[in-house]
Every structure is written in structure tokens, then in C-alpha cells.
């Protein structure tokens, strides 16, 4: 009896479909154009891998969201009711220094939930609120309660004891290799029955560049195809389905 395995598509197989819809398969399945190594292979690639994830982000695709547990959250080191913390990417901001831990997991696109508990103990976590215009700034207490998605970090007010926050959010994949490190067959889609919609994706970001009529056809056949991979699972609310008019925005630079 075989070895059970997940039911994965292989990177090779998504290029070979973009291929034929291409037309870049008429002499032989590797392409006449769009070859493993040409050297714009894989930028269209990661282009295309990359925009299937912001659409399923959009669509609240539950294959891009994982949980992650950010323990010992150093307690607030300022008194003053205007103060904050914050955790981003590089480092833990106590409200007076910087501090290397906790940092946000280093796949993390957006935050979706935050709970939180007092790390003494490893009790029952308990739900934050998030807020969407402030922080407000009132004395400190025991638990941070509230939080805001702000410049590519998560804003609390501090809490007066060290906590654990259990977080809940959206994630990316890695960017495929070049062949000349691990071949494209031997290379897994990491998402289900996603091949369709990828293979689209790539389809456009070949043509988009080269000005074809085609390539708006191509990103909207994407689209569509992003969407029917959340219909594939029955929980999953469909009003969160709709092509979303504004992406979700990552990280926004701060203003000078």
C-alpha cells in the first residue's frame, strides 16, 4: 500500500498549465518561451505566488491562517497613561526601550485575533478588543484588553505584569527556488487544489509585461479561480468570497 501524502500539486505541473494556456507548449511540454531557466521563470513565479496569497488573504482562505503563542511579553516600563507598546517584526517596544523579544512571526502578513493571559501560571486566555482609532490612554492595569494594527505593528496600551498573547493571523508562504536548487517537480504547492488559479496568475504575469491583450483576462481567470478554492471547504463563510475592491494593506510606511 502506498504511503498516504497530502493531495499537492508540484511547482512543474502549474508552469506546464500556464505553458498551454500560454501557447508555449507546442513543440514540447518545458516551452519553447517561458523555459524552467529563463531568466524571467521565476520573478513571474513568485509574482504570481505572491498575488494568489493576497487574494486568498482577501477571501479569508483558512489555509493562510496560523496561530502562534508570543510568550513572556515583558511588562510596561512607563506609568504614563499615553504610553504604549508595541511588537513588530525586529524587536519589543516596552514603552520606554526597545527590547529583542517578543517579535512577530517573520511569515506574518496581518494580525487577525489577539487573546492574552498572565504568563504566571498558564491560565485561560482571554480575549483583547481591536481597536481601529487609538489607543486609549488610561492608567495602567493588569492586562493590556485592546490592541491596533498600526505601521506593521501591534499596539497595546501595556500591561503591569508579564503575559502571554496568543495571536491569530495571516500568513505567507515562501517563494519558490530556481531549479538549479531543487527542481520544480520536486517542489510542492503547499495549497490544495490550487493549481488552477495559479497557473492563471502566472499566465498574467508573463503577459502583463509584454502588453497583451490577454493578460487582464488572465488576472480576472485568476480570481475567480482564488475564489473557488474557498468554496471547496463548506465552512467557510461565502460572503468573505467577494473580489475584494481594496487589498488588505501591509505594512504601510510611516509618514515622515
Known amino acids: 500500500m502506498p504511503t498516504p501524502t497530502a493531495p499537492l500539486d508540484n511547482l ?8 498551454v494556456r500560454l501557447l508555449d507548449a507546442i513543440q514540447a511540454i518545458s516551452g519553447d518561451i517561458v523555459t524552467d531557466t529563463a531568466a524571467f521563470t521565476l520573478t513571474a513565479i513568485n509574482g504570481a505566488w505572491r498575488r494568489l496569497q493576497e487574494l486568498l488573504v482577501n477571501f479569508g482562505c483558512p489555509w493562510l491562517t496560523i496561530e502562534a503563542i508570543l510568550s513572556s511579553v515583558p511588562l510596561v516600563t512607563s506609568a504614563d497613561p499615553g504610553s504604549q507598546v508595541s511588537i513588530n517584526w525586529s524587536n519589543y517596544f516596552d514603552g520606554t ?12 502578513i496581518v494580525p487577525i485575533k ?4 498572565a504568563h504566571a501560571g498558564a491560565g485561560s486566555f482571554f480575549p483583547m478588543d481591536k481597536l481601529t ?11 493590556n484588553k485592546n490592541w491596533e494594527w498600526l505601521n506593521g505593528a501591534i499596539v497595546m496600551p501595556g500591561a503591569s505584569q508579564i503575559t502571554d498573547i496568543r495571536l491569530r493571523y495571516s500568513a505567507f508562504y ?22 488552477n488559479a495559479f497557473a492563471w496568475l502566472i499566465c498574467a504575469e508573463v503577459a502583463k509585461p509584454r502588453g497583451d491583450l490577454d493578460a487582464g483576462d488572465f488576472e480576472q481567470k485568476g480570481q475567480m479561480a482564488a475564489r473557488y478554492i474557498i468554496e471547496l471547504d463548506p465552512t467557510q463563510d461565502r460572503v468573505n468570497t467577494e473580489i475584494q475592491s481594496t ?10
Open 12 to 19: 512543474e505541473t502549474a508552469v506546464n498549465t500556464a505553458r
Open 97 to 108: 526601550n526597545n527590547q529583542a523579544a517578543p517579535v512577530l512571526p517573520q511569515n506574518l
Open 114 to 117: 489577539l487573546w492574552e493571559r
Open 133 to 143: 482609532d487609538g489607543i486609549p490612554a488610561i492608567p495602567k492595569l493588569a492586562f
Open 174 to 195: 515562501a517563494d519558490f527556488v530556481a531549479p538549479g536548487t531543487t527542481a520544480f517537480n520536486l517542489q510542492l504547492i503547499p495549497i490544495v487544489r490550487s493549481l
Open 247 to 256: 487589498p488588505v494593506v501591509i505594512a504601510p510606511p510611516e509618514k515622515g
